[in-house]
């Protein structure tokens, strides 16, 4: 499975096949999830992109944002690297990509 990134990935729990699910642990000093969980698939542009930038927006220290989407979301990772986070992306066996996204420290 082909993947990228642009730093080295935090540790995190594993995931589920299928839809991505908000884990049980809580992000470190925060009462909310440690991963925020997008299922992206299928939406327009730019509904993905509006929708992942609401998410960062609202991204609590060592929380980190876990979206599943159908089309590799290039015009994202440039937003990313610009503004101070850190991602991991990877193709599934089922063409969906699947994206961990976290705040540089």
Known sequence: MPS??????????????????????????????????LDLCGLSPPEPMERVLEALAQLAPGQRIRMLIDREPRPLYRILD?????????ERSDFLYDILIWEKP
Do not use: M
């Not at 642009?6 to 000093?29: K, R």
């Not at 610009?82 to 991602?87: A, T």
């Open 82 to 90: 610009n503004n101070g986070y850190r991602y991991r992306a990877t």
């Open 4 to 37: 990228s990134a642009n730093d080295n990935l935090p540790t995190a729990p594993s995931s589920s096949a299928g839809s991505p699910q908000q884990g049980d642990a809580h992000a470190p000093g925060t009462d909310g999830p440690a991963e925020i969980a």
